[in-house]
């Protein structure tokens, strides 16, 4: 199972068996990426979360 990612574009080849909707990090630019499909697998750079989300 591998993608690419859509931030570098570089070839993801997760070690693990990955679950959707599951975060983690791209080990040539670090995005955080999202499992948004397992079949086919589809990746999205996963939102950010400030730390100070509010008003
Ligand atoms: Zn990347």
């Known amino acids: ?3 690419k990612c859509p931030e570098c574009d570089c070839v993801l080849k997760p070690k693990k068996e990955l679950e ?3 975060i983690f ?3 040539d630019c670090g995005s ?3 499992v948004m499909s397992l079949q086919p697998l589809k990746i999205q750079p996963a939102p950010v979360v ?3 989300w509010g008003e």
């Open 1 to 3: 199972m591998e993608t």
């Open 20 to 22: 959707l909707g599951e």
């Open 25 to 27: 990090s791209c080990l």
């Open 32 to 34: 955080r990426l999202e």
């Open 50 to 52: 400030e730390e100070d």
